[in-house]
Structures are given as structure tokens and as C-alpha cells.
Antibody, heavy 124, light 107 residues
Framework: QVTLRESGPALVKPTQTLTLTCSFS??????????VSWIRQPPGKALEWLAR???????YYSTSLNTRLTISKDTSKNQVVLTMTNMDPVDTATYYC????????????????WGQGILVTVSS | EVVLTQSPATLSLSPGERATLSCRAS??????LGWYQQKPGQAPRLLIY???NRATGIPARFSGSGSGTDFTLTISSLEPEDFAVYFC?????????FGGGTKVEIK
């Protein structure tokens, strides 16, 4: 069974750096063509894809946020870490990690399963 | 980047009725479009991938169609548990983007 869980601070101050950890089980990020992404959702609003990391350490970032984001992995710990610098109140959102959808031997750039999400509030 | 526009914003229907949700892309995404369902306080769940393929475990009342720039999610007969928000998402190129969502509410 594949499970993911996000952890990190619930509250950060403006200008601080946010560090979130995605801990997962049921799959390995050392397996070929396995991908994990971060997605966020401001309260009551739409979803926004942030970043993806691949089994071979390839990385992809949101165009609008790429200067603020860093994604990394620790394969031995089954973890993916996202850092976002210079946090602002508009970054208040639930942050999700998700493994990419797998079917019939292929991974797709869709998401599932997802973690439960972590609400991060940016406020002084 | 591809902008996905969903309509309507809210759909008010009764259980047993048919729901038709639309997602329009600002440029062609071929058939590389998926649909998610999200209930309050929960993470989204993938329903449909690549326009018309049901994800694992998704009931047959959910179906998807379309290609190019116009896509439709159809729920043939609404069950009480189907009242939720639905999002579309493309995978045609980077960055991956989502639509703004359609809320299906009980009339």
C-alpha cells in the first residue's frame, strides 16, 4: 500500500524559508521512472503544481516559483523535501505531496495517491 | 503555459441526475487531460487520465471525453457521495496546470 505524509511547520513568518518533508512508504524513489511532486492549494482556491523530482534526481519546477523552490530526495529515508524561500502571506496554503499515477507499467504526469496535506500559514 | 478554464463554476443538481462538466484549454493538449474529485478536508482523487481512461477503482458512472482543447467529465447518475469539487489538469507540457474547479452541489 502506497502512503505519503507531509510534515513541517504550520506557521511561518514572512521572509522566512519553509521546509516541508514528504515521508512515503510502499514504493521506492530509486525505482526507474518513479516521480514525486508537490502541489499546493490556497484556502478555497484551485490547485497549483510546484515541483517534481524523479528517480534519477531530475527536477522540474513551476515557472512562476522556480527561483524560490528547491526539491530534493533522500532515497535511504524514503523522503522528499521541498524548500520555499522568502515566504509571503499569499503562500498560505495546504501543501500536498503525491506520487505520480502508475498504471500498466507506466507512470504519468498525474497525481495519486496523495498525502493528507499540511496547512501552512504565513503570518507575522 | 496552458490555462485551463472550467465551467460552470457551480452545478446544482439532484441525486440521480446527469452531470456534465467542461474544461477548455488555451492551447491544444492533445488527449493529455485528467480529472480529479475533491471533497472538503480531503486530498484530491484522480478519476480520469488521458481524457477518457478511468483510474483504478473509479466507478463506471464517471466518464471523460474530448481532445485538443475541449474536454468533458460526465457523471451519468449522481450518487450522494459525488457532490464535491472537480478539477481538470493537463500533462501536455511544462508546467503542469490545473483548472479553477467546478463545484457540484445538491439542488
Amino acid at each position: 500500500q502506497v502512503t505519503l505524509r507531509e510534515s513541517g511547520p504550520a506557521l511561518v513568518k514572512p521572509t522566512q524559508t519553509l521546509t516541508l518533508t514528504c515521508s512515503f512508504s510502499g514504493f521506492s524513489l530509486s525505482t526507474s521512472r518513479t516521480y514525486v511532486s508537490w502541489i499546493r492549494q490556497p484556502p478555497g482556491k484551485a490547485l497549483e503544481w510546484l515541483a517534481r523530482i524523479d528517480w534519477d534526481d531530475s527536477k522540474y519546477y513551476s515557472t512562476s516559483l522556480n527561483t524560490r523552490l528547491t526539491i530534493s530526495k533522500d532515497t535511504s529515508k524514503n523522503q522528499v523535501v521541498l524548500t520555499m524561500t522568502n515566504m509571503d502571506p499569499v503562500d498560505t496554503a495546504t501543501y500536498y505531496c503525491a506520487r505520480h499515477y502508475y498504471d500498466s507499467g507506466l507512470y504519468y504526469n498525474y497525481f495519486g495517491p496523495w498525502g493528507q496535506g499540511i496547512l501552512v500559514t504565513v503570518s507575522s | 503555459e496552458v490555462v485551463l478554464t472550467q465551467s460552470p463554476a457551480t452545478l446544482s443538481l439532484s441525486p440521480g441526475e446527469r452531470a456534465t462538466l467542461s474544461c477548455r484549454a488555451s492551447q491544444t493538449v492533445s488527449s493529455y487531460l485528467g480529472w480529479y474529485q475533491q471533497k472538503p478536508g480531503q486530498a484530491p482523487r484522480l478519476l480520469i487520465y488521458d481524457a477518457s481512461n478511468r483510474a483504478t477503482g473509479i466507478p463506471a458512472r464517471f466518464s471523460g471525453s474530448g481532445s485538443g482543447t475541449d474536454f468533458t467529465l460526465t457523471i451519468s447518475s449522481l450518487e450522494p457521495e459525488d457532490f464535491a469539487v472537480y478539477f481538470c489538469q493537463h500533462r501536455a507540457n511544462w508546467p503542469l496546470t490545473f483548472g479553477g474547479g467546478t463545484k457540484v452541489e445538491i439542488k
